[in-house]
């Protein structure tokens, strides 16, 4: 299994950021993608997640409204577009897969099956 994101970097508050994150050694189609982030000093949170269909995403509270999950099966990656950045969202971004959709609360206390190397993401206020 190989997942692998890109697109992190440094900006300002406000801007914006797409990350994606090509995925390889597994049913993509079929599976549940999902992001992660995790800042310095603290513990690994759950961001979003979407189905395996397109028609399901769940996200954490402190993104609602601003971060967008989406996904490409026909290419293997799924994204996260990242609008209205905030000083407190700079983290390393993973994305993960899972073979179950799980709720939020479950995604946070059990993570994904699947992980991949993250992508830095630093928001200057």
């Known amino acids: 299994v190989q997942l692998q994101a890109f697109g992190g970097g440094l900006v300002q508050t406000w801007d914006f950021l797409r990350l994606s994150c090509s995925a390889s050694?597994?049913?993509?189609?079929?599976?549940?993608m999902g992001w992660f982030r995790q800042a310095p000093g603290k513990e690994r949170e759950f961001v979003a997640s979407i189905d395996w269909s397109d028609r399901m995403t769940d996200y954490a509270d402190s993104v609602k409204g601003r971060f967008s999950i989406s996904r490409d099966n026909a290419q293997n990656t799924v994204y996260l577009q990242m609008n209205s950045l905030k000083p407190e969202d700079t983290a390393v971004y993973h994305c993960?897969?899972?073979?179950?959709?799980?709720?939020?609360?479950?995604?946070?206390?059990?993570?994904?099956?699947?992980w991949g190397k993250g992508t830095l993401v630093t928001v200057s206020s």
């Open positions: 050694g597994f049913t993509f189609s079929t599976s549940v």
């Open positions: 993960a897969g899972d073979r179950i959709w799980r709720t939020s609360t479950a995604y946070s206390r059990r993570g994904m099956n699947y």
